[in-house]
């Protein structure tokens, strides 16, 4: 998942179901930071041993986006391993890795990546290994998932019944102050039209399409915050943990909205998640052709 904020548009004639997400049970075992998870994997417990995998092909994707009517490009980079029949994604900045892990880790063992690769090559690895020991189609088959389609169509047509989705696993009472970590300017109108009062964070922009103000500062967003919507993007930077954390501490819901690590995210659902919408690749902006997100909730969440 980016932080790029996805475009402001009225809802397709086709908008994402209302009714609510499948709950999924806690696991028995409380997931309780990113780091126990790979733990966790490379131990086996949650599928077959890393090390008798191979991430068959990496892939380094850079695009920008100028929507139409718009006036700013939007620049986004990702990375995906191939494990099997799954991807696995994470959106890192501009810099953190090049081109050249397609080359040099494509074939390599699994654990090698879950060990040694940097970050996002890490969470890409993690999310293509939870991705295929338990597809996100399967949960949906299963009834612990609610799959939405999103319709063919444009860009502007697919990021506004993605933006519906997700903005339909919040439950908002009058005047609560949400913490949005990761501005996405269609989530900040959801909460509004909701009767909520944003608390917008983001690392990289300063104010969202309607001039409100953006903080960096994650912590104290948290600290007022009565429940928070974060993106994926959070396991690419490394604050997923302090988010995952601090919301589990004051007990408020946590919202997670995933392009990256979408399987990573889900592995935490009853231990701090509470809800996520889980969008496997490809994403929205990489197809014009019907694609599926997947809508989770813990049982007893937001």
Known sequence: MTLTPAPSTPAPSTPAPSTPAPSTPAPSTPVLSVDALVEAVLAGEHGPLPSEL?????????HGTRLAGGDTTYL?????????????????????????????FSGTPLDALLREAPRPLRI???????????????????????????????PEVRAAARDAAVAGLLDIEKGAKIGLIGVVNPLVAAIRERGGEPLPCDFNLRATQWGDPVTDDMHEVLE??????????????????????????????LIVYAQTGSAVAR?????????L??????????????????????????
């Open 124 to 154: 890409a690895a993690l999310d293509a290994y939870l991705s295929e020991t338990r597809p996100h189609r399967v949960a949906g088959e299963a009834g612990d998932a609610e799959a939405v389609t999103l319709p063919a169509g444009t």
């Open 277 to 302: 919408s889980a969008e496997p690749f490809p994403f929205s902006q990489f197809s014009a052709d019907e694609t599926a997100l997947y809508r989770y909730r813990a049982v007893g969440g937001a």
């Open 224 to 253: 007022r915050a009565e429940a928070v919507v974060a993106t994926g993007m959070t396991l690419s930077n490394g604050s997923f943990d302090t988010v995952l954390a601090r919301c589990r501490a004051r007990g408020i819901p």
């Open 267 to 275: 592995a935490f659902l009853g231990s701090g998640v509470t809800a």
């Open 76 to 104: 986004n980079q990702y990375v995906l391993v191939r494990l099997g029949g799954s991807f696995g994604g994470c959106a890192f900045e501009a810099g953190e890795i090049d081109a050249s892990i397609c080359r040099d």
């Open 54 to 62: 191979v991430a068959t092909s990496l892939f380094w994707l850079h």
